[in-house]
Every structure is written in structure tokens, then in C-alpha cells.
């Protein structure tokens, strides 16, 4: 068994003491790895690991040592701490050996400078010789680079059995646990027989005169301890220690003592039995205890911890902050930290946001962390995925990475929707969760995100795309969210999401909304919290508005909807609708790359058939490409975005109504409608 450092076996034992369900892994949040008093370096998690978990492991050890450049340009390595258990004279001597058999090259001369001060071995290096390389071949061929090989067996009620680190901890608070209730019960049986003992004293001091008399008038001890036992019912210890009391003990004084002895005493009794009659009194005490030792004996590790590349995951070397993530419209990708992104006035001209090539601009902004996953949806029903730390990183003026270059995507294809996940490892998360999508013609599918756990490089399908559709949004949804879907006429619909039956992946869909032949659907929403959330419809020319969900009321699935935007030739057509709350702040880009940054809370609520107010002034020759919320409440508390950033985008402020309200459409409900978009599209597999 390896040494450990006694303030981290200390945390982990008091940690276990606190939950007795805490896992190997959690256990080594506290136990990192073996402490040697000869201090080095540890090189390499996996057979640290191995051994905290199994018991059986292997332990690479490497000295201390860093590379000196001298005045004259020569190097030499100084080695101030070697592996535990090698022995300094004996690693000397070989290396040494090593270097008159022209096995080491590069070493001139080995000094052993080691004082009371501490350890010191000294490699002079060769004028033409490379330190970095001499030293990696002593770490190979001497005793600078050892190995402690775990094999932890102990007798556990007499049978050797092989303990993992939970399973050492375990057995060492049993038999903690067991020292104590022995002592307990022994330092409780001495008390009971003190208490006993101050008991008859305190009976002899109340008769104190017949007690007297009764001495006096015994022949021998013997009579005299009968005497005392049948007058005053006392038991012999009682009767020997009355008669062996000194004459001092009469005094006011000295009695006084005996009656704060026996109080104290009894008090001491009761504590004692409390604790062999609580368990968790018991756990309290080895927790006090423990923390004790920690504080008095426990120091600093002395063994550095080097993670060998093999052992080191993007986790652990990528911080999970928050970060902005830009699609442009040929397929290029990128992120960017989030903090580049300063917050303007509503109507401003905005920053330069990407720089794209000239008929390129930014189509997709959303906000992620680091180790999210991005799922990312082809408009031709294709869906792939990427942890978010895999996307290059890019500053805002750069154009990023071609998609291309990261997914397998086929030519012609492009990505189209993403949804922001936090993990596709949750199984309750899984099957609670569902992706809806919809097309451009108006078809509208739901699938268990369970079915996009396992992508494969190459993509899946994530729904079967008709001749002249394609998908064009998709949102992660809980099964009981509201759904939102606009055409660009300045149209839509509210349906219930549980109208759309959860179908499998390779399935089309069916109607969710009735399109002209001339219309399309630019957008879907997925109400979260309908008392919060309001809707924002943004059109091309940078118009838009901010209204109540209550304007849209609830009707059937595959209606024509109501007005959400008084279309004109000054705001040109829908081309975004999004959830927003007073929290969010709105991030709009134009076709020329421009971005714009805002409060949703500087805007304020319109009615539904307005024709809104400017959002971004633009040129002449610029639209508006691709609107996107930030929810700052999120990130700030917690460095984590939810899922439905992806989709919920722009809002609007809306100082002055510019048109008053229309009528709505005459198919307002949509109840003329067919459901489905053919008998058996449902079905389709």
C-alpha cells in the first residue's frame, strides 16, 4: 500500500462519514493520488486511477528536475526530489556506469551537492548535447523514473481481500466506530463504578454520627463492613470504601467535593450512554476526531500530480464558459467568448460582427458552453453533432472553419436548425425530452431525443424531407409546450404540442400549417413559460414588434393562423419569430455582417396586427439575416445556457404603433383545414 497525504485521507473519511452512499469518484475529489514523503512527481493518471478504484494499480514515479542555462550557454539538470524508495547513491552510481558504457550520451559530470537544506543532484550537460532529450533518456534508463506497484490486501475478518479506496475507508470507520463503542462502554463502566463507590459516601456523610458509632463500636474491619451493609443497605465496595476513608473527607469542604464529584459524574453517565444509543452521536464524535488529527498532524502534498496526455480529457483542459456560436449562410463556423459582444442601444448601427466573404453573411447566432452539444440540422433532414469545444475558435471579425471540414455533411446540403443540449447522457433527460421540427412547407414532426443520442459521423436521418421541402427549424421540447409557427405573408399559428404525436425518426410528419403556394413557414417558437414569455416578430427590413402570447389564441393544428405582422414594402416580409422575456438581451446580424446587441426590457408590448418599429437602421442594399436572445440570468449565475437559447430570439421595443391594427385572417382558426398532410404520412417509415 502506498502513502497518502493525511489531510486528504482525513477530508475523504469525513466525507464518507457524511454520506455513506458516496461514490469511488467522489471519494477522489478528496484522495487525488499517492503522497511519498520523498516528494517527485507522479507521471500519469491511469494507474493512479486503476489502484484508487480496484485496488490493484501501477503508480509511475519521476523525480524533480528542471534544466539551468548557465552564463557561458552550457545546461545542466538539477534534481531536487527522486522517486520514493530508489536509493540517491545507488541512481548515481548507475547513471554514472550508464555514461562510461556509451549508453547515456550528453552527460559530462554527475555532482551530488545534497546539504541539511535538501536534495540536490547536479548533470552537467554537454556543449553540443540537448538537456531536454539527456533528461528524458535518464528518466528511461535510471532510477530518476520509478513505478509503485498497488496491491491492496488486508485481512478483513481474517479472510485477504483486495480494497479499492471506498472499501479501505469503509473498513477503517468500522473499525474506528468499533474502537469506539468498546471505549464507550468501558469508560461507562468505570464511571458506573466510581458513581457507585460516591453513592455509599455520600449515604455514610448524611448518617455521618451512626456510621461513626458503629466503627467505634466494632471489635474488627470485618464486623465493622457487615455492620455498615446491613444498616445502611450498602454493598461491600460501598462498606470497604467507607471504612477506608481518610478523616480529611469529613470536613465541610472535602464533602462539598464529593457531592460536585458525584454530579459531574452522573452527568458524564448519561453522555456516555447517549452515545451508545445514537449511532449518528457516534459518527459525530469520529468526524470531531478526524477533523482534530487533520488540523494537528495533516500538511501540503509533497507529490506533484503531471496528467500524461493519454489521461487528460478536452473537459478537463477546456473551461465550460459561455460562448457564441455563428453559422453563415455558405456554411462557415465558429465561437467566439461571449464577453466580445457589448450591449448597445435599441436602433444603433451596431460592431462589425464576422467577416465574410461578399455574397456570404451570417445566417445562425446562438449561445452555448464549451462542453455542450450542438446538434446541428441539415435542410435535408440530416442531423449531426459536435461538442462545442470542437468548434474552432474565432474572434468576431474572423469567417471561421467551413462546415464541411467538421461534419461529414453531402454537397448541397446545409445546415439549417441547432439545438443547444447539455447532455446526451441522462436517460431520464432523454425521455423527457423531445425534438420538433418543421419544414418550410409547413410540415411538423416530433421525436424522442433519445433517437439522436447515438449520431454517427456520417449523420442520421432526423426526418424524411419531401421533394421541394426542407427543414428549416428545430427545437427541443418537453412534451407539453405551446408551439408558434409564422409564414412570411405575416401569419401564424398556436397549437398545443401534444397535438403532434411523437413519431419515429425516418417518419415525415404532418400538417402544421396551411401554406400558400407562394408562402413559406420562416420560423417555429416553443413556449416554456407562457406567463413570462412574450412573442417578437422581426421582418427583413429591420422592423419589428413585441406582443402578448394571449393576442394568439389556441387553435387547431394545420390552420391558416392570424396576423402577427402588418406586412408592407417599408418592412418586407416576416422573416424571424421569437420567445423573449424582459431579462433577455437581442442580438440581431445583418446579410453585411453587422451585429447589434440589446434589452428585450428597453422594448415595450404592441398589439398583434402593428407594423411594429425600426430595429437596426440599414443600408439601402442590406437585410437582416439572423436574430438571437441571450439569457443573461443564465450565464451570469451559472455560466450555462438552456437549451432553448438555441431558438428563442429578437425582441422589440415598439415606441410608437406605425400602423394601426388590421383585420385578422378569415381563416382565423383554421378549421376548414385537412389535418394531415396525406393518409398515411403519420406512418411513414
Known amino acids: 500500500m502506498p502513502p497518502h497525504n493525511l489531510t486528504e485521507v482525513c477530508n475523504a473519511i469525513i466525507a464518507y462519514i457524511a454520506n455513506k452512499d458516496i461514490t469511488i469518484d467522489e471519494l477522489i475529489k478528496h484522495v487525488k493520488a499517492p503522497d511519498f514523503p ?310 444603433g448601427r451596431g460592431s462589425q460582427g464576422s467577416t465574410t466573404r461578399e455574397e456570404d453573411f451570417v445566417e445562425h447566432l446562438f449561445i452555448a458552453t464549451n462542453h455542450n452539444y450542438i446538434l446541428l440540422f441539415t435542410e435535408k433532414g440530416r442531423c449531426f453533432w459536435l461538442r462545442a469545444y470542437e468548434i474552432p475558435e474565432g474572434n468576431k471579425q474572423s469567417k471561421g472553419r467551413a462546415m464541411q471540414n467538421l461534419i461529414n455533411i453531402e454537397s448541397g446540403d446545409k445546415v439549417r436548425a441547432f439545438i443547444n443540449v447539455k447532455n446526451l447522457e441522462d436517460e431520464e433527460y432523454l425521455n423527457n425530452n423531445f425534438i420538433t421540427m418543421c419544414t418550410k412547407q409547413g410540415t411538423i414532426k416530433k421525436t424522442a431525443l433519445e433517437a439522436y443520442s447515438n449520431v454517427r459521423s456520417n449523420g442520421i436521418n432526423a426526418i424524411n424531407i419531401v421533394d421541394g421541402d426542407e427543414l428549416i427549424e428545430a427545437k427541443l421540447t418537453n412534451g407539453n409546450n405551446e408551439i408558434l409557427l409564422a409564414v412570411k405573408s405575416g401569419r401564424a399559428i398556436r397549437f398545443n404540442e401534444q397535438t403532434v404525436r411523437t413519431v419515429g425518426r425516418n417518419s415525415i410528419g404532418v400538417r402544421g400549417i396551411d401554406c400558400d403556394e407562394k408562402d413559406e413557414v420562416i420560423g417555429m417558437v416553443c413556449i416554456h413559460d407562457a406567463q413570462k414569455e412574450t412573442i417578437l416578430v422581426v421582418s427583413e427590413k429591420g422592423y419589428g414588434k413585441r406582443t402578448d402570447l394571449e393576442d394568439y389564441r389556441v387553435t387547431n393544428r394545420g390552420g391558416k393562423g392570424v396576423k402577427t405582422l402588418n406586412i408592407t414594402d417599408k418592412t418586407g416580409d416576416l422573416i424571424a419569430i421569437k420567445s423573449v422575456v424582459n431579462e433577455d438581451d437581442l442580438m440581431i446580424i445583418n446579410k453585411s455582417g453587422i451585429t447589434i446587441r440589446m434589452a428585450v426590457q428597453d422594448l415595450r408590448v404592441m398589439g398583434r396586427a402593428t407594423q411594429g418599429v425600426r430595429l437596426i437602421k440599414l443600408e439601402d442594399d442590406d437585410a437582416i439575416a439572423s436574430v438571437a436572445k441571450v439569457d443573461n440570468d443564465m450565464i451570469e449565475e451559472e455560466m450555462n445556457v438552456v437549451d432553448s437559447i438555441n431558438s428563442d430570439g429578437v425582441a422589440n421595443d415598439g415606441i410608437e404603433n406605425m400602423a394601426g391594427e388590421n383585420n385578422e385572417s378569415n381563416s382565423d382558426d383554421g378549421s376548414n383545414n385537412e389535418d394531415n398532410i396525406n393518409p398515411t404520412d403519420e406512418e411513414n417509415a
Open 38 to 347: 520523498t516528494g517527485g512527481i507522479i507521471y500519469g493518471y491511469t494507474g493512479v486511477k486503476a489502484a484508487l478504484e480496484t485496488g490493484r494499480g501501477r503508480v509511475v514515479m519521476r523525480a524533480k528536475a528542471n534544466i539551468e542555462t548557465l552564463d557561458n550557454g552550457r545546461e545542466r539538470i538539477i534534481v531536487s526530489e527522486i522517486p520514493y524508495l530508489t536509493n540517491k547513491a545507488e541512481m548515481i552510481k548507475k547513471t554514472a556506469d550508464l555514461v562510461n558504457e556509451k549508453k547515456l550520451e550528453g552527460i559530462s559530470d554527475i555532482r551530488d551537492e545534497s546539504d541539511r537544506t535538501g536534495m540536490r543532484v547536479v548533470y552537467e550537460i554537454k556543449r553540443d548535447a540537448m538537456a531536454s532529450v539527456v533528461l528524458n533518456n535518464l528518466y528511461k534508463y535510471t532510477g530518476l523514473q520509478s513505478s509503485f506497484s498497488v496491491n491492496n490486501i488486508a485481512l478483513v475478518g481474517g479472510r485477504p481481500m483486495i480494497l479499492n479506496l471506498r472499501d479501505l475507508i469503509h473498513y477503517y470507520v468500522e473499525h474506528r466506530h468499533e474502537v469506539l463503542v468498546r471505549k464507550t462502554k468501558y469508560e461507562l463502566a468505570e464511571a458506573e463504578k466510581r458513581a457507585h463507590i460516591l453513592e455509599g459516601l455520600l449515604i455514610a456523610l448524611d448518617h455521618l454520627d451512626e456510621v461513626i458509632a458503629l466503627i467505634r463500636a466494632s471489635a474488627t474491619p470485618d464486623i465493622a463492613r457487615d455492620g455498615l451493609m446491613s444498616s445502611f443497605a450498602l454493598s461491600e465496595i460501598q462498606a470497604k470504601a467507607i471504612l477506608e476513608m481518610r478523616l480529611q473527607r469529613l470536613t465541610g469542604l472535602e464533602r462539598d467535593k464529593i457531592k460536585e464529584e458525584y454530579a459531574e459524574l452522573m452527568k458524564t453517565i448519561d453522555y456516555l450512554k447517549s452515545i451508545l444509543g445514537d449511532e449518528s452521536l457516534r459518527m459525530q464524535i469520529l468526524t470531531q476526531e478526524t477533523t482534530e488529527m487533520r488540523d494537528k498532524y495533516g500538511d501540503a502534498r509533497r507529490t506533484e500530480i503531471v496528467y500524461a496526455a493519454e489521461d487528460i480529457s478536452m473537459e478537463d483542459m477546456i473551461e465550460d464558459e459561455a460562448v457564441v456560436i455563428t453559422i453563415s449562410h455558405l456554411g462557415y463556423i465558429k465561437r467566439t467568448p461571449l464577453n466580445e459582444y457589448r450591449t448597445q442601444n435599441r436602433g
